[in-house]
């Protein structure tokens, strides 16, 4: 059965740093585009990054140049590097796998972790 | 950036009815549309891919439908398990973005 565990989340203070894991099994994260979603206390879903099957990465505006994200294929991991926090950066942080239709995959999500929370705060 | 609006924001219906939520693009998407349902204190779970493709094990009463810029997903006939928050999803370019949600309620 697929599963995707996070970790990692926690206080941080602002402009601090936390690095957020995610462990796969039943599948190999380099098979499917990765994501991470999360979503602030009471808020809708943001999306975060996706690094893709091929190694490629993305992200949304708001994290880019602060965040980066990266895999461990050896160890089956995904990871969210997070750095300059700031307050709104407060949220759930959940990874998501990326689903495929016969050998084409795209970037919607069809496993989810139950998601990290991670707060900026002083 | 494609900005995707649902509506309603809120919805208030009873067991058995048939539901509507829509979605709109600010532009064209081709189908490349996602719907999750996310329970309080839940990860999402995704019901809907590609506009109007079930998700496996997603029941039957589930649909959606739509392309381009307009998208509906109807639940037509409301169960007891149904009452949560729903959220499209646009895949066609990054910024991967998601609709602002619907809350369906009692």
């Known amino acids: 059965e697929v599963q995707l565990v996070e970790s990692g989340g926690g206080l941080a203070q602002p402009g601090g740093s936390l690095r957020l894991s995610c462990a796969a099994s039943a599948f190999t994260v380099s098979s499917n585009h990765m994501t991470w979603v999360r979503q602030a206390p009471g808020k809708g879903l943001e999306w975060v990054s996706v690094i893709s099957s091929g190694g490629s990465t993305y992200y949304a505006d708001s994290v880019k140049g602060r965040f980066t994200i990266s895999r461990d294929n050896s160890k089956n991991m995904l990871y969210l590097q997070m750095n300059s926090l700031r307050a709104e950066d407060t949220a759930v942080y959940y990874c998501a796998r990326g689903g495929c239709i016969a050998t084409s995959c795209y970037v919607y999500f069809d496993y989810w972790g139950q998601g990290t929370l991670v707060t900026v705060s002083s | 950036d494609i900005q995707m609006t649902q509506s309603p924001s809120t919805l208030s219906a009873s067991v058995g009815d048939r539901v509507t939520i829509t979605c709109r693009a600010s532009q064209s998407i081709s189908s490349w549309l996602a719907w999750y349902q996310q329970k309080p204190g839940k990860a999402p779970k995704v019901l809907i891919y590609?506009?109007?493709s079930l998700q496996s094990g997603v029941p039957s009463r589930f649909s959606g439908s739509g392309s381009g810029t307009e998208f509906t997903l109807t639940i037509s006939s409301l169960q007891p398990d149904d009452f949560a928050t729903y959220y499209c999803q646009q895949y066609n370019s990054y910024p991967l973005t998601f609709g602002g949600g619907t809350k369906v309620e009692v």
């Open positions: 590609k506009a109007s």
